[in-house]
């Protein structure tokens, strides 16, 4: 009997441990789409993945005015999808002779980090994703290695002759997308990254109009692809998939440009086959939440030192605790937030430099214990130390809010 009983618990391990290699996620990031234009074309991928799922609205561009403003311009979104920070943190502040912080670790390190390290895989126009904002085989990101790698399009001006109309660059993102659907269904790994990047010339060149609009439905029809190949996984060998779509930045009124604050620039869109939670149901996802997302939906353990770095929530499953902010009362520091579930235990935490910029850790102080219904705590900044800088989480389950503090 006790023989059977550890068999039938060696089989049940066995099960689980099947069960938990059985997700898997890809995210697809195609340039500079506003989010009108994909409603006003309903482009059928994008619509068909959300079918079960989700679509709705997010943000780019952090806080506009405060510390963590972050530019609406494409690499800067990359490493805020990446990392799960905005760029005060990852330190992404353009396209070109980028200098990214790797203590900010990207979705690809936690992915190797994990006790059973995950599979990953890189499709990708821009080879630079994968040598300077992933950092692959860089000491400071912990020699990073990719398992698939298809990019190195964009040097190679052999095999890609620079075209009119930039077609070239189109004609990246068709090897990429069938590169993508024929690894994703060949091999299955248990996170994908890919990008596609036409659109966002074709709109640097024509602005809004029927060029654009072209060329977004011909991004879908890539898209697509990668959603057929997830589909017959999911098919073939019940594994159960994550694919999230999003853009990394809106477009001015006319189509024509980005990198600013106003409303267009910073409305970007997500479109999941997961169904997700309140929080973005009422329109408050931004970028930095899909680190947190993917990490939760494939179960990856993040270290509480990069974890509590991080400045977006899960958009899966319920809520605890959201929109933290800081206000000044003389030496006091007044910490608000809002607390969906109000009899969850919150610890806070402060530190009084920002040591992790640096070291890639933090001296954080225990300053209290309450109940998320409190939803505000006030500390006397002479407590914490000289300061003027200071910074703050609040931590709750899985959940983690920060904020900074400067004079
Ligand atoms: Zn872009």
């Not at 609406?72 to 990214?100: D, E, R």
């Not at 990708?124 to 904002?133: C, F, K």
């Amino acid at each position: 009997m006790k023989h059977h009983l550890i068999i039938l618990g060696l089989v049940l391990a066995g099960c689980t441990q099947l069960w938990a290699g059985g997700k898997k996620a890809v995210v697809i990031i195609v340039d500079g789409i506003p989010k009108d234009a994909i409603e006003r074309l309903h482009v059928p991928a994008i619509f068909d993945i959300a079918r079960t799922g989700s679509f709705g609205k997010s943000y780019v561009g952090g806080e506009t005015g405060t510390y963590n403003e972050t530019p609406t311009i494409s690499a800067v979104g990359y490493n805020t999808m990446l990392t799960g920070t905005w760029a005060n943190k990852h330190n992404v502040f353009g396209n070109s002779n980028l200098s990214p912080n790797y203590h900010y670790w990207s979705l690809f390190r936690i992915a190797k980090e994990q006790k059973q390290p995950l599979t990953t895989a890189i499709f990708s126009s821009w080879t630079d994703n994968r040598t300077v904002l992933l950092g692959e085989g860089k000491p400071e990101t912990g020699n990073l290695k990719i398992d698939y790698v298809y990019d190195g399009y964009d040097l190679d001006s052999r095999r890609f002759p620079k075209k009119e109309k930039d077609m070239h660059v189109f004609d990246y993102d068709e090897e990429v997308s069938a590169n993508a659907e024929k690894c994703i269904r060949e091999n299955g790994p248990d996170f994908s990254w890919v990008y596609l990047w036409y659109t966002d010339d074709a709109s640097h060149m024509y602005g809004d109009g029927a060029y654009f609009d072209e060329y977004i439905l011909k991004a879908g029809e890539q898209i697509g692809r990668i959603w057929q190949a997830v589909q017959y996984r999911q098919k073939q060998f019940g594994e159960e998939w994550m694919i999230l779509v999003t853009t990394d930045h809106g477009r001015t009124f006319d189509g024509h440009g980005h990198g600013r604050q106003s409303e267009r620039e910073r409305t970007t869109w997500i479109a999941t086959n997961r169904k997700l939670n309140t929080y973005f149901k009422e329109g408050k996802a931004g970028m930095v939440d899909i680190n947190p997302t993917l990490c939760d939906f494939l179960g990856m353990e993040v270290p509480t030192a990069v974890r509590w770095e991080q400045d977006g929530i899960s958009l899966l499953g319920k809520t605890e605790i959201c929109n933290l902010r800081l206000a000044a009362y003389d030496q006091d520091i007044i910490l608000r937030w809002n607390a969906v579930k109000k009899s969850a235990p919150v610890s806070i935490f402060a530190a009084p430099a920002n040591e992790y910029k640096t070291t890639g850790k933090e001296n954080w102080i225990h300053l209290a214990d309450v109940k998320a219904g409190q939803q505000e705590y006030r500390c006397n900044r002479n407590t914490i130390g000289k300061g003027p800088f200071y910074k703050f989480v609040v931590v709750s389950g899985h959940e983690s809010l920060n904020r900074w503090f400067s004079k």
